[in-house]
């Protein structure tokens, strides 16, 4: 049986695609988990992607993925920079964690720089648009052996 990498996604990445297409591109979050399912089969692994616009949802998914998901590729989006109730959550998933970002945030305002979720992540990806999901994925199937 294929093992399972849970693809989360924290608020406003429902509006991948029309939100600010010029810093996080054209690609629709639907084009993301198509992208990654496709890849996935190539790697021996399924993919399962969610997301959600409140801090609470992320934490339960996180609490799932616990049961259900061999590693966990994370986009907390602006929840990276202020949630501890989510590295929380991620301390207490066993498997592989990998942070995503679209945008490169070191590049951008200085409250982007920080997020408590790179303190859990095995690795992190910014800056590379939504390909960014992708390498996180290949690197997954590395870190799973
Ligand atoms: C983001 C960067 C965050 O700072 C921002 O709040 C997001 C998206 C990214 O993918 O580049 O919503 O995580």
Redesign the pocket.
């Known amino acids: 049986m294929a093992r399972t990498i849970h693809i989360l996604n ?4 429902n509006l991948l695609g029309k939100r600010e297409p010029e ?2 591109g054209s690609e629709t979050l639907e084009d993301v988990a198509q992208a990654c399912a496709a890849l996935g089969k190539e790697l021996g692994l399924e993919t399962a992607l969610f997301q959600s616009n409140h801090e609470g949802e992320i934490v339960e998914m996180i609490h799932r993925a616990r049961a259900a998901a061999a590693g966990i590729i994370i ?4 929840y ?2 202020t949630s501890v109730a989510i590295l929380d959550a991620l301390n207490a998933y066993d498997g592989p964690v990998l942070e ?4 490169n ?1 070191h590049k ?1 305002e200085g409250f ?1 720089h920080h997020s408590y979720v790179s303190q859990r992540a095995e690795g992190v990806i ?1 800056g590379f648009g939504v390909q960014g999901y992708a390498l996180a994925l290949r690197r997954m199937a590395v870190l799973l052996g």
């Open positions: 924290g608020p406003n990445l810093i996080y986009n907390p989006a602006a990276s920079h995503v970002h679209i945008s945030v951008r982007r910014a």
